[in-house]
């Protein structure tokens, strides 16, 4: 049925999401010394008394921060594809808006891969491209007339109740 693939493909896009996480988190802690120049410079010129300790404490709190909040949507999603096959109509329109926002980014993506430098920013392009492939697919096999049947209310007593 639709739906059953539709939902691995959902699947799919969360792993990719999850993998862009930890590619970012690597990224983040590979260039850390980058990454705390170009926001020490930023933060000294709105207060002097930054010191480059609290900078490097700022960055990792932030990456740490990052992934919490990454795994928490991820978590989130996981929940919003469970109800998708459970037949809830409002789990199919969030996921459409969310796959929509995917293809858009995912486009994006594909028009700058060309102008990104070093090995993270590349991966979590190219994975980008990948969800909004499988984030379209998943939005095109919810909306067919078969499976648009599977958000149709159902009676008390019909076969099949969710």
Do not use: Y
């Not at 896009?13 to 862009?20: D, F, N, S, T």
């Not at 690597?26 to 709105?46: C, I, K, P, V, Y």
């Not at 926002?101 to 994975?127: C, D, H, N, Y």
Request: glycine share 12%; net charge positive; charged share 15%.
């Amino acid at each position: 049925m639709d739906i059953v693939t539709a939902r691995q493909l959902w699947w799919g896009v969360i792993g990719l999401g999850v993998g862009r996480l930890f590619v970012s988190l690597g990224d983040t802690l590979t260039n850390r010394e980058r990454f705390s120049a170009d926001f020490r410079e930023r933060m000294q010129a709105a207060d002097p008394q930054i010191t480059p300790a609290m900078v490097d404490l700022l960055v990792t709190v932030g990456a740490v921060l990052g992934v919490i909040l990454g795994l928490a949507v991820a978590a989130l999603a996981v929940l919003v594809v469970h109800q998708l096959g459970k037949g809830k109509l409002w789990a199919r329109t969030l996921l459409t808006f969310a796959g929509v926002w995917l293809v858009i980014s995912g486009v994006i993506a594909l028009f700058s891969i060309g102008v990104v430098e070093g090995t993270g920013p590349v991966l979590s392009g190219a994975a980008s491209i990948v969800q909004a492939v499988l984030a379209g697919g998943a939005i095109f096999l919810c909306q067919r007339p078969e499976a648009a049947k599977w958000f149709l209310p159902r009676g008390p007593g019909a076969p099949g109740n969710r």
